[in-house]
């Protein structure tokens, strides 16, 4: 039976993060990507509204929602701004390993703070010399007694600077690729060692803090790791899977944004002395950019609901991501193209979304990646439906 019929609370949610989006986030979108300064004003707004850490389960005081309600709400929070949801997003990003792979206590200690005041997590795979290949991940762990001896860099970490803990993936000593791969929650605040760098400067979602880490002789309490030591490449995954169908709907949103400013200017600019909404050339920009938008939204929520169900969503999320991304871009470079000269100048917000699509091609594994993911399904594991004719 398929129902795309959302629950009343789902759309409740999804207007509180509409209102959001419009009466809090948009009118301060400009100014955040100008300034590049952390919105901390509006992550207490939208902490306050029950806009953040929706997937704290309600045993540790969370909101205990699902994956696909998050996609309902950074759709929204998007489409207004995408590197403000970045950061918005981000909590989920860096909880998401504890709440797959920590244990009772470890729950208790490090989601429930999150429900209590506002405050950030980060997630941390990537590093100066290696993001695409996370079994690259050179960042050493040494368990010495009660120990765990951390040392290495962590790059482009979300939050990296307003964060109070890391869910950091880094590998025990003298082991090779996806063995030895450990994740291990560290806190930032009172930790000798860890030294937070300055933030990146980007070509987009300014208003999200972007840092490197240092770690030199960063000394954990073993507790703190999640898991066992040295199994962690599954988790890693796993929360790739829960994370990518919402950032496949950062891009639905974004797309949305662009292609509502791009309708809205098609309707009234003037060329060749009629409206450049009769050209058909421009029509047919708006119908591909309806025609992405809705696929995308379609192929976010399947993998969010096969998550949401506990069903390996591992292709489905690929799928999603890349796709929503892929045709984020298109449709965000579309809008400027719609726009003519002024979608090229800081005037308008379709310049800004152009900048900010980019990155959805890039961070949670890139287009690439995706489709690396996909193709090894293809080739190793799919079962053709006509497989007695073809072998
Ligand atoms: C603003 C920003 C925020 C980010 N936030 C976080 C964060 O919070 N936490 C975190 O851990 N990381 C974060 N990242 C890192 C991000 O996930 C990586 O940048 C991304 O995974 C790509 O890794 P890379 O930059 O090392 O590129 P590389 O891995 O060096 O890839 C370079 C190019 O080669 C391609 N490529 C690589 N391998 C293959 C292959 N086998 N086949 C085909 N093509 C390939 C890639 O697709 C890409 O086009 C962030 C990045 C940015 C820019």
Not at 203 to 209: E, V, Y
Not at 302 to 327: G, L, Q
Not at 364 to 375: D, F, K, L, P
Request: hydrophobic share 40%; charged share 20%; glycine share 8%.
């Amino acid at each position: 039976m398929i129902d795309f019929t959302l629950t009343e609370s789902q759309e409740s949610l999804q207007k509180k993060a509409r209102e959001f989006a419009i009466n809090d986030i948009i009118p301060v979108s400009r100014k955040y990507d100008e300034s590049g300064e952390f919105p901390y004003e509006l992550y207490e707004k939208a902490f306050k509204e029950g806009l953040l850490n929706l997937t704290i389960p309600q045993k540790y005081g969370g909101l205990g929602l699902g994956i696909l309600d998050s996609c309902l709400v950074v759709e929204e929070t998007a489409a207004a701004d995408p590197g403000i949801t970045t950061s918005l997003f981000c909590n989920s990003l860096g909880q998401e390993p504890i709440i797959l792979g920590g244990s009772h206590e470890q729950k208790e200690k490090f989601l429930r703070p999150f429900t209590e005041e506002l405050q950030f997590a980060s997630f941390a795979t990537s590093e100066p010399n290696t993001g695409s290949d996370v079994a690259g991940i050179a960042t050493t762990a040494n368990i010495e007694g009660d120990e765990i001896v951390l040392n290495g860099r962590k790059m482009w970490i979300t939050n990296g600077g307003v964060a109070s803990i890391v869910s950091l993936f880094c590998r025990l000593e003298n082991t090779k690729r996806h063995q030895g791969i450990t994740a291990v929650v560290v806190p930032t605040e009172n930790t000798p060692g860890l030294t937070i760098g300055k933030p990146i400067p980007k070509m987009g979602h300014k208003a999200s803090n972007t840092v490197m880490l240092r770690l030199e002789d960063v000394r954990i309490p073993v507790e703190n790791i999640l898991g066992e030591p040295g199994k962690a490449f599954p988790l890693a995954m796993q929360t790739f899977a829960h994370t990518r169908p919402t950032i496949g709907s950062f891009a639905c949103g974004m797309a949305r944004g662009a292609m509502e400013y791009a309708i809205a200017y098609a309707k009234r600019r003037k060329a060749f002395e009629t409206k450049i909404a009769n050209f058909q050339a421009i029509q047919f920009m708006i119908a591909d950019m309806k025609m992405h938008y809705e696929a995308a939204r379609l192929l976010t929520w399947k993998a969010a609901w096969e998550a949401d169900n506990n069903k390996d969503n591992t292709v489905s999320a690929s799928i999603a991501k890349a796709f929503a991304t892929d045709y984020g871009m298109k449709t965000a470079s579309d809008a400027v193209q719609i726009f003519g000269g002024y979608g090229y100048t800081t005037n308008y917000l379709v310049e800004k979304l152009f900048r900010d699509a980019k990155l959805y091609q890039i961070y949670e594994g890139t287009s690439q990646v995706q489709r690396m993911v996909i193709a090894r399904f293809m080739l190793s594991k799919y079962l053709p439906v006509f497989e007695k004719i073809y072998s």
